[in-house]
């Protein structure tokens, strides 16, 4: 009976393996895109230097913020997750 008590979550693991997925997904395109931004000021010799400076580091801050944010968010699906499954297996030992 011990694993008799097991509750579906509606597939809430698959959507995390999803999430991270699409997560690395999005580090990938928005690392290709920082690089190629970071990489404006070689292109166009140092001239831009002046007018871009600014919006780069704002970029980069906004960057940072925002990966963070959503790692934040992915890892907190999952320790939801595995809180359910904690709930779970609690409830199967009151059970037995």
């Known amino acids: 009976m011990g694993d008799a008590f097991y509750v579906s979550h509606n597939k809430y693991a698959e959507v995390n393996v999803a999430l991270k997925a699409q997560l690395q997904k999005m580090d990938t395109i928005m690392g290709d895109l920082n ?36 790692r934040m968010h992915v890892d907190s699906s999952l320790i939801v997750a595995e809180t359910f499954l904690h709930g779970d297996d609690a409830g199967a030992r009151v059970m037995t």
């Open 35 to 70: 690089g190629t931004l970071s990489r404006i000021e070689i292109a166009s010799g140092g001239k831009a230097t002046p007018l871009w400076e600014h919006l780069q580091q704002t970029w980069n801050r906004s960057y940072e913020e925002m990966t963070q944010m959503l």
